[in-house]
């Protein structure tokens, strides 16, 4: 980023929505300046500073209201749309009822409409700052892409709503397909991402209305996703914590061309809590995931965990095709009846994944061998269904696991590692999220 220089004084514009000076700072508190900060006075890409003053509504139109479903899609009704699957949910029909064509009309209107407003683009040579604790965003889809040099530190982020989330009755067993994540990566590179709070907040999917499957529609997408080689990024000092679909590294195992050689992510010194899955999901990235303080239990209200061990399918570790993660001495706290080890890591068919130095509920733990276990269970089932089915097993399916990861971090960069688990929470506890940074403009 650029260097500091002496503010030559703020000057204000656009109604009070920001301040600017000459040199590319900005003091924003509405979503309509956030925007035209970004713009940066025609020049987005050229380096700026950019301080978040209390909390910006993705929602807030111009005149200063915050839209809702029925200002995007006036007319939509979710369970008029459920109804229209048929009473088990399988198939979508326009004749169902004399309102479906309506009801599928509408939803792709809202979510278009709702994505042009929520969307916050943010573009190379960015600094995006919080000045104080609850400064941020709530129902915002901020997306980093095609830049380069982008920091975002000491906010505070809710994650947007998707009214208008789909219904894929072919997806597993069925599945809702939210469209918004709170803060995606789409081909950027050299990012950082500091005393970050990224939650559900206020509105669980517990709260939403039931689905075809009988279970709550899921109406958020990723909190932390990075995509279509997103590369050198850090996540640090950071709060993620009620939420399903966390972070996810790598959108297909087909998307060879675009991810691999890249996503090589360090998350470090991060509080997860109450995540459900992916903290983080990797496919061909290499990761290093240090000193970071996983806490679930199995019967939270909202949020519980189930681990592959009772049955579930909640992780928090999860190594996906040509993942290459390297673990290093993170603290896992699982309580509730039933939890178990089997917590910490899955691998789906990941097949190279080593931790060194982890522990489990405050005793050393062997997250190698869950790693293992995982990916030799999943391995078998493969080759079982491939064996039914008549057809080829696919190819991870003829690969043994291994602990050799094929890199180093300390080869990358240098660091020091807290040595206890206690450490490790106590760092997690106390300095992680806003609130923790003194910011002076």
């Known amino acids: 980023m650029s260097k500091r220089r002496r503010r030559s004084g703020p000057r204000r514009t656009r109604r009070g929505d920001f301040r600017a000076s000459a040199q590319g700072r900005y003091e924003v508190s509405t979503l309509a300046g956030l925007k035209a900060a970004l713009a940066n006075n025609g020049d987005p890409k050229a380096p700026k500073i950019i301080y978040v003053n209390g909390t910006i509504d993705g929602n807030q139109a111009p005149d200063g209201r915050i839209l809702g479903e029925q200002d995007y899609a006036p007319g939509y009704d979710i369970n008029k749309y459920i109804s229209c699957f048929g009473p088990e949910g399988n198939a979508w029909s326009d004749r ?153 590294l790598g959108s297909g195992d087909e998307h060879v061309d675009k991810d691999g050689g890249k996503l090589r992510v360090s998350y470090i010194g991060n509080h997860l809590e109450n995540i459900q899955q992916r903290g983080p999901r990797v496919r061909f990235g290499k990761v290093h995931v240090l000193n970071n303080y996983f806490v679930a239990s199995t019967d939270h209200p909202q949020y519980p965990m189930i681990s592959e061990g009772q049955g579930g399918n909640s992780y928090f570790l999860g190594a996906d095709y040509e993942s290459r993660i390297f673990s290093e001495r993170n603290a896992f706290e699982y309580t509730g009846p039933g ?76 660091y020091k590692a807290f040595a206890t688990p206690q450490a490790v929470r106590n760092h997690a506890l106390n300095f992680t999220g806003p609130g923790v940074l003194t910011v002076k403009q």
């Not at 060194?356 to 062997?366: H, K, Y």
Request: hydrophobic fraction near 35%; aromatic fraction near 10%.
């Open 96 to 248: 169902t009822y004399e309102y479906c064509k309506k009801q599928r009309q509408l939803r792709q209107t809202g979510s278009n409409n709702m994505k042009r407003q929520i969307e916050v683009s943010l573009p190379s040579n960015t600094t995006l700052v919080g000045l104080g604790a609850d400064s941020g965003f709530v129902g915002a889809n901020i997306v980093i892409l095609s830049a380069t040099n982008v920091v975002m530190r000491n906010l505070s982020v809710e994650a947007p709503v998707d009214f208008f989330s789909t219904w894929s009755p072919d997806d597993g067993d069925g599945a809702w397909n939210a469209r918004f994540d709170a803060v995606s990566s789409v081909t950027s590179d050299h990012l950082w991402i500091d005393h970050v709070r990224l939650t559900d907040g206020r509105f669980p999917d517990s709260e939403a209305p039931i689905g075809p499957d009988g279970k709550p529609a899921n109406r958020h997408d990723g909190l932390l996703d990075l995509k279509d080689g997103t590369d050198y990024v850090t996540v640090s000092n950071s709060k993620l914590y009620n939420h399903d679909k966390t972070m996810l």
């Open 339 to 414: 939890a178990d080890e089997s917590i910490m890591v899955s691998s789906y068919n990941g097949h190279r994944f080593k931790d060194t130095g982890s522990w489990f509920n405050g005793d050393e733990a062997d997250l190698n061998a869950v790693a293992q276990a995982s990916f030799e269970q999943n391995r078998a089932e493969a080759l079982s269904e491939a064996a039914l089915a008549g057809e080829p097993a696919p190819d991870w399916t003829g690969w043994d696991f291994s602990t050799d990861v094929g890199w180093d971090p300390a080869d990358a960069y240098s």
